[in-house]
């Protein structure tokens, strides 16, 4: 468990002189995320919601429903959002690729996290019963670094396409 607490997976250096190096979840922010609780491509429901609006403005521009007065400004918003879209997107490519690199140390590193939160959450009997207190979960969460290592789950979890919702590792 000494790992744990480290918080970090190996990753291959790049070409075949490079070094082995430790590095943290950080890998897989990008420039998009600058104090994102996770990365931006760990939200599909946003980025689904991006491209939707992107076609919706889209096609009112084409069909004539913007003023002419606003076609400009309009444009300009569907050439931002395409950007921030295509960024998340090449983000996610770019850290997938890591991910597919160092799969082995993300898989292990995502079992020992598993592990680890399931054994620091409450049992869903005593949450039930309201046995636990929720101010002291979220004070641990918070002061222990617990909250951190459910998000790094959360992450190697999204990327591996599983389950990232960490209440289904509550013991019963």
Do not use: W
């Amino acid at each position: 468990m000494a790992n744990a607490a480290a918080g970090y997976i190996i990753i291959k250096g790049a070409g075949d002189g490079e070094k082995v190096k430790k590095q943290g979840i950080k890998a897989f922010y990008g420039p998009l995320d600058k104090g994102s609780a996770k990365p931006s491509f760990c939200y599909p429901t946003q980025k689904e919601e991006l491209r939707k609006e992107i076609d919706r403005m889209e096609r009112s521009l084409s069909d004539g429903y913007v003023a002419e007065n606003r076609r400009l400004k309009v444009r300009s918003d569907i050439k931002m959002k395409k950007e921030r879209l295509d960024g998340i997107e090449a983000q996610e490519a770019d850290a997938r690729k890591l991910f597919k690199a160092n799969e082995h140390a993300c898989i292990e590193r995502r079992n020992e996290l598993a592990e680890i939160i399931k054994n620091r959450m409450p049992a869903a009997k005593d949450v039930e019963k309201k046995k636990v207190n929720p101010h002291r979960i979220y004070q641990d969460e918070k002061r222990g670094g617990f909250g951190k290592l459910k998000q790094e789950y959360q992450i190697l979890s999204h990327l591996a396409g599983e389950e990232s919702n960490t209440h289904f590792l509550q013991r019963d």
